[in-house]
C-alpha cells in the first residue's frame, strides 16, 4: 500500500470497532478458531496505527464483552492470553509508545478478570496517561448495560450519601460516570462479518452514531476497508434529531 495517505473531506472524531468474525475466518480456512483471534488481534494494531496516522482523535475497539463467558473455555483463556501478549508487548515498546502519543484506557467491568491482568491494564494507563495524540479505548469485559447500570449505581450512592439530590441527575449526569466519560461519543461505529447489530456495544453512546457495515471478516479489514467506510461517511449528512 502507498505510503501517502487519502485525504477525507469530513474525519470522525471517534470510530469505534466491533472486531467481529475471526472464528468464522479461521473456518473458512480450515483452522481452530483460536488462530482467527490471534490473526484479529495483529490487525487491530494494524488498523490503530493506521486510522491514528490519518489524524483519528479516539477509537474504541471492542474485544471481549460479558456475554463472551460463554464461550468454550479454552477459547476464553486464549483471547486472555492474547490481551496479556498485547499487554506485556507495550510495556517493551517505551520507545515506540513514546513516538505513537496514544492514550490507552482498558474499559468494562474488571471484576472477574485475573489479577495480572488488572494489574498490566493499570501498568499501561499509568505508562500512556501523558500522551495525547490519539486515545485507544479497548472493551474489555464490556457490556453496554452493565456500563448503564454502574453509573446509575454510581449516582444511586451519592444520592444516598447526600452528594447530589435525584432532581439533580441530567443526561450528562449519566455520561460523567460512564467509561468514557470526557470523550465524545462515537461518530461512527463499524461492524464487519456481515452482522448488522451493535451486541450490547455503546449503546448510550451510540444515540446519534453513524453505522457502516461490511461483509469482510475482522482479520480481513484492511486500509482500504477502513478508507471506504470514511468516505461514506464523509458524504452524510448529520442532523441529530434536526432538519
Given amino acids: 500500500m502507498s505510503n501517502e495517505l487519502p485525504c477525507f473531506d469530513v474525519l470522525p472524531q471517534h470510530i469505534a470497532v466491533i472486531m467481529d468474525g475471526n472464528g468464522r475466518w479461521a473456518k473458512q480456512r480450515g483452522l481452530e478458531r483460536t488462530e482467527g483471534h490471534k490473526a484479529g488481534a495483529e490487525n487491530f494494531r494494524r488498523i490503530v496505527d493506521y486510522a491514528s496516522r490519518l489524524g483519528i482523535k479516539y477509537m474504541t475497539f471492542y474485544a471481549f464483552s460479558t456475554e463472551n463467558w460463554k464461550r ?10 492474547l490481551i496479556r501478549k498485547y499487554l506485556k508487548e507495550m510495556q517493551l515498546r517505551e520507545a515506540e509508545n513514546e513516538a505513537s502519543g496514544y492514550n490507552i484506557h482498558f474499559i468494562g467491568n474488571r471484576e472477574g478478570l485475573d489479577d495480572d491482568i488488572v494489574k ?25 448495560r452493565e456500563e448503564i447500570t454502574h453509573s446509575v449505581r454510581v449516582l444511586c450512592e451519592k444520592v444516598k450519601n447526600g452528594e447530589l439530590i435525584s432532581s439533580d441527575i441530567t443526561e450528562n449526569t449519566v ?3 460512564l467509561y468514557t ?12 462479518s456481515g452482522e448488522q447489530r451493535l451486541s450490547n456495544f455503546l449503546i448510550w453512546q451510540a444515540a446519534y452514531s453513524e453505522f457502516w457495515y461490511s461483509d469482510v471478516l475482522w482479520p480481513d479489514f484492511n486500509e482500504q476497508e477502513l478508507n471506504r467506510a470514511l468516505e461514506d461517511y464523509a458524504h452524510r449528512h448529520r442532523r441529530f434529531g434536526g432538519i
Fill in 120 to 144: 498490566l491494564f493499570n501498568t499501561v494507563e499509568k505508562r500512556s496517561s501523558k500522551h495525547n495524540k490519539t486515545y485507544v479505548n479497548i472493551a474489555v469485559n464490556y457490556g453496554g
Fill in 72 to 81: 468454550p473455555e479454552f477459547e476464553v483463556k486464549t483471547i486472555m492470553n
Fill in 181 to 192: 466519560a470526557g470523550q465524545p461519543d462515537p461518530d461512527l461505529i463499524i461492524r464487519p
Fill in 175 to 177: 455520561a460523567s460516570y
